[in-house]
């Protein structure tokens, strides 16, 4: 878990912060440390949609009843000494105060409750759903690993932001309908999913829309297509909650926290809602281009071109290729006509999350090659072309996601060399569990490492016990 502080991640602890120590919205007493507010009147609230704020709100409320503890005034007072910390402070800094230190425990504890275990939620549910296409527990892993660990998905579930639950949401509710009978509480379990993934990420309707007609696909070919009103029900109920806190908040059902930021009215007012139309730019940008390029971070991705082609040639499960491929696309359309397509201080595109793991699926096709003989050669390259691809994922991932105090910016124009490489030469390493135990640079990381290896076996061997032991 790496400990970052950000304007993104600032705004929505601001919100749950305020509402729990101060019983207000209002984020009038930390405005200071964030540049995502709206400003109604006097007062400041954060912009970005609330989902994860909602929720971080009665989690904050248990951590804050043993942070009050006088004990953790204690723990708090040796953190905020830590030889470890102080190395990574920037110059210029006010230093890693007491009060900065509980934020600080409130951000990772939310991150790891909504980010990084929904994360790791959705691995297994892809793990799981892999299990229709291949069994083969190896093929099924490295698909599962690579998009967990070697896409921006790792960098993003340790962020307090909303994209990696918003994916979570997205994802689990296809997995029910494609996994499970289509009951009642099914539907009604999608419906909520579906809703709350808008409340916690707004472009994520787009796919909804998808998942949605999905869903009513698989109803009418059981002539049931009615029953696609429990949906709409727990759905629109989650809408009606959120369509009243946008009336308590900025006024309006429909009215959003960012036709109220003050530093951003050109982008968010460019367009609709700073959407125009798909530009060659931020096509070539949100791919290949070394600044926010997914292919140029992640090109094990590239294996799902050929991998869409060769499901489709397969002639299994067409349904869920056109919900896959059109979750891709879709998403890939918006971010590519956004007038801010890459996403500020980010690492990667960062609004292609939502269509990572729709996306990751296709790549089990590929790796079913491996288990054919080559003919006339021409699989042979395929082995080390893949593990080439995964190492490069591996450097650039990991180089950038553990890089410094923060995403990189947006007037880095290659965050790898001119970011990552720089960081990483004078060990300046994102906060993280090896630097509280007192590590500094990159032997803090020992933990991290040691930590991904005893998941990913444990893992595997429980996989193993349960292939040994099914019928």
């Given at each position: 878990?790496?400990?970052?502080?950000?304007?993104?991640?600032?705004?929505?602890?601001n919100?749950?912060?305020?509402?729990?120590?101060?019983?207000?919205?209002?984020?009038?007493?930390?405005?200071e440390?964030?540049?995502?507010?709206?400003?109604?009147?006097?007062?400041?609230?954060?912009?970005?949609?609330?989902?994860?704020?909602?929720?971080?709100?009665?989690?904050?409320?248990?951590?804050?009843?043993?942070?009050?503890?006088?004990?953790?005034?204690?723990?708090?007072?040796?953190?905020?000494?830590?030889?470890?910390?102080?190395?990574?402070?920037?110059?210029?800094?006010?230093?890693?105060?007491?009060?900065?230190?509980?934020?600080?425990?409130?951000?990772?504890?939310?991150?790891?409750?909504?980010?990084?275990?929904?994360?790791?939620?959705?691995?297994?549910?892809?793990?799981?759903?892999?299990?229709?296409?291949?069994?083969?527990?190896?093929?099924?892993?490295?698909?599962?690993?690579?998009?967990?660990?070697?896409?921006?998905a790792?960098?993003?579930?340790?962020?307090?932001?909303?994209?990696q639950?918003?994916?979570?949401?997205?994802?689990a509710?296809?997995?029910?309908?494609?996994?499970?009978?289509?009951?009642?509480?099914?539907?009604?379990t999608?419906?909520?999913?579906?809703?709350?993934?808008?409340?916690?990420?707004?472009?994520?309707?787009?796919?909804?829309?998808?998942i949605?007609?999905?869903?009513?696909?698989?109803?009418?070919h059981?002539?049931?297509?009615?029953?696609?009103?429990?949906?709409?029900?727990?759905?629109?109920?989650?809408?009606?909650?959120w369509?009243?806190?946008?009336?308590t908040?900025?006024g309006?059902?429909l009215?959003?926290?960012?036709?109220?930021?003050?530093?951003?009215?050109?982008?968010?007012?460019?367009?609709?809602?700073?959407?125009?139309?798909?530009?060659?730019?931020?096509?070539?940008?949100?791919?290949?281009?070394?600044?926010?390029?997914?292919?140029?971070?992640?090109?094990?991705?590239?294996?799902?071109?050929?991998?869409?082609?060769?499901?489709?040639?397969?002639?299994?499960?067409?349904?869920?290729?056109i919900?896959?491929?059109?979750?891709?696309?879709?998403i890939f359309?918006?971010?590519?006509?956004?007038?801010?397509?890459?996403?500020?201080f980010?690492?990667?595109?960062?609004?292609?999350?939502?269509m990572?793991?729709f996306?990751?699926?296709?790549?089990?096709?590929?790796?079913?090659?491996?288990?054919?003989?080559?003919?006339?050669?021409?699989?042979?390259?395929?082995?080390?072309?893949?593990?080439?691809?995964?190492?490069?994922?591996f450097?650039?991932?990991?180089?950038?996601?553990?890089?410094?105090?923060?995403?990189?910016?947006?007037?880095?124009?290659?965050?790898?060399?001119?970011?990552?490489?720089?960081?990483?030469?004078?060990?300046?390493?994102?906060?993280n569990?090896?630097?509280?135990?007192?590590?500094?640079?990159?032997?803090?990381?020992?933990?991290l490492?040691?930590?991904?290896?005893?998941?990913?076996?444990?893992?595997?061997l429980l996989?193993?016990?349960?292939?040994?032991?099914?019928?």
């Open positions: 878990m790496m400990v970052r502080q950000d304007p993104n991640q600032n705004s929505r602890l919100m749950v912060i305020a509402v729990v120590e101060d019983g207000t919205f209002q984020i009038d007493k930390y405005v440390n964030t540049v995502d507010y709206a400003k109604v009147g006097d007062h400041y609230y954060s912009d970005k949609a609330p989902g994860v704020a909602l929720l971080g709100i009665p989690l904050y409320s248990g951590l804050k009843f043993f942070l009050d503890m006088p004990v953790m005034d204690t723990l708090m007072e040796k953190l905020s000494n830590n030889s470890a910390f102080q190395s990574t402070l920037r110059q210029g800094g006010s230093g890693i105060l007491k009060h900065k230190v509980r934020f600080a425990i409130a951000q990772v504890f939310l991150t790891i409750m909504l980010s990084a275990i929904p994360t790791a939620l959705l691995a297994v549910l892809m793990y799981r759903l892999l299990g229709e296409f291949d069994k083969n527990v190896w093929h099924r892993l490295a698909v599962v690993i690579g998009y967990g660990l070697l896409t921006p790792f960098a993003y579930a340790g962020a307090f932001y909303g994209h639950f918003s994916t979570f949401l997205l994802f509710a296809f997995y029910l309908i494609f996994m499970h009978a289509v009951t009642t509480k099914t539907l009604l999608v419906g909520l999913l579906l809703g709350y993934s808008v409340v916690t990420e707004y472009p994520s309707v787009l796919m909804i829309i998808v949605y007609f999905y869903t009513l696909y698989k109803l009418y059981t002539d049931d297509w009615k029953r696609i009103g429990w949906v709409t029900l727990t759905g629109g109920i989650v809408a009606i909650f369509m009243g806190y946008n009336t908040i900025f309006s059902p009215e959003l926290g960012y036709s109220h930021s003050e530093l951003w009215q050109d982008q968010h007012h460019t367009g609709f809602m700073s959407l125009t139309l798909p530009s060659l730019e931020a096509m070539w940008g949100i791919t290949f281009g070394m600044f926010r390029g997914l292919f140029f971070l992640s090109p094990l991705l590239l294996l799902s071109i050929p991998g869409f082609w060769l499901w489709w040639r397969s002639g299994k499960y067409r349904a869920e290729w919900l896959s491929m059109a979750c891709t696309l879709i359309l918006f971010n590519s006509s956004s007038s801010m397509w890459w996403g500020g980010a690492i990667g595109p960062r609004y292609l999350l939502p990572l793991p996306m990751s699926l296709s790549i089990i096709f590929v790796f079913k090659l491996w288990e054919h003989k080559p003919v006339g050669n021409y699989l042979r390259f395929l082995p080390g072309l893949t593990l080439f691809l995964y190492a490069w994922s450097v650039v991932t990991w180089g950038l996601t553990l890089a410094e105090q923060s995403f990189p910016s947006d007037t880095i124009r290659n965050p790898f060399v001119e970011y990552a490489i720089p960081n990483w030469q004078i060990g300046n390493i994102a906060r569990a090896g630097t509280i135990l007192g590590f500094k640079g990159m032997l803090s990381l020992i933990p490492f040691i930590i991904v290896m005893i998941l990913v076996g444990g893992w595997w996989t193993q016990r349960h292939e040994t032991s099914s019928p």
